[in-house]
């Protein structure tokens, strides 16, 4: 089963993103094999359970890491903007999920500036994918 989730960064007022991480994370970049930018905060996810997750930019890039574009940053709050913000967005989408298996999913934002909280779940989200085997018979008829 394939599933396509978006993951989008809430809007934290006055922040100004820092690409890259900070050396506690070096481990998560290198096994989820990032690479961050001087426009790019990278985002990788959790892959405990999963196969296979490619992941989708706004700007479409379609790779095993993906970016949030530091274009939306800061965001101002409520202040005269000429344009329309938009959260940051990511598309993950799980190309090979077990049937029948409920999967836990952590994705989290990895940036210099952002103070990293497991137990608050400050700069990650999660959710969980479970997708039901549908007999071939059923799906013949």
């Not at 190309?95 to 298996?101: F, L, S, T």
Request: charged content about 25%; proline content about 5%; hydrophobic content about 35%.
């Amino acid at each position: 089963g394939k599933s396509c989730v978006l993951v989008k960064m809430n809007k934290i007022v006055d922040f100004v993103p820092k690409p890259g991480y900070v050396s506690e994370d070096d481990h998560a970049f290198k096994s989820a094999q990032c690479r961050s930018s001087s426009n790019a905060i990278a985002y990788p996810a959790d892959v405990d359970n999963i196969k296979n997750i490619a992941y989708i930019s706004e700007n479409g890039h379609d790779n095993n890491c993906s970016s949030l574009e530091t274009k939306w940053f800061p965001y101002e709050d409520k202040k005269e903007r000429q344009d329309v913000y938009q959260a940051p967005y990511v598309w993950v989408k799980f190309n090979q999920v077990k049937p029948n298996v409920l999967i836990n999913v952590i994705c989290r934002v990895f940036d210099a500036n952002i103070n990293f909280d497991k137990k608050s779940s400050r700069a990650l989200t999660r959710f969980q994918i479970y997708i039901k085997d549908i007999p071939k018979s059923i799906l013949s008829s």
